[in-house]
């Protein structure tokens, strides 16, 4: 997969930015203690999954590309 530039801008943004316009929401991660620690989102035009983190998120209140989230 090969990641497009709107999903390459965002990564090391403050999660205060929003989404753009190809991300589609897909759920949230969270901790045992069920504390949200990001929301991810699938770019509809590369497949790059991306993770728009909380202060208890890594790296804390920043987007950032990765893997597939666990089933």
Do not use: F
């Amino acid at each position: 997969m090969q990641a497009c530039d709107l999903c390459h801008l965002l990564v090391g943004e403050p999660a205060s930015v929003p989404p753009h316009e190809n991300l589609q929401a897909s759920g949230i991660g969270a901790m045992p203690n069920r504390c949200k620690v990001d929301s991810r989102w699938r770019c509809a035009g590369c497949g790059a999954w991306m993770y728009q983190s909380t202060a208890l998120g890594e790296p804390p209140n920043m987007w950032r590309m990765g893997g597939p989230p666990p089933r």
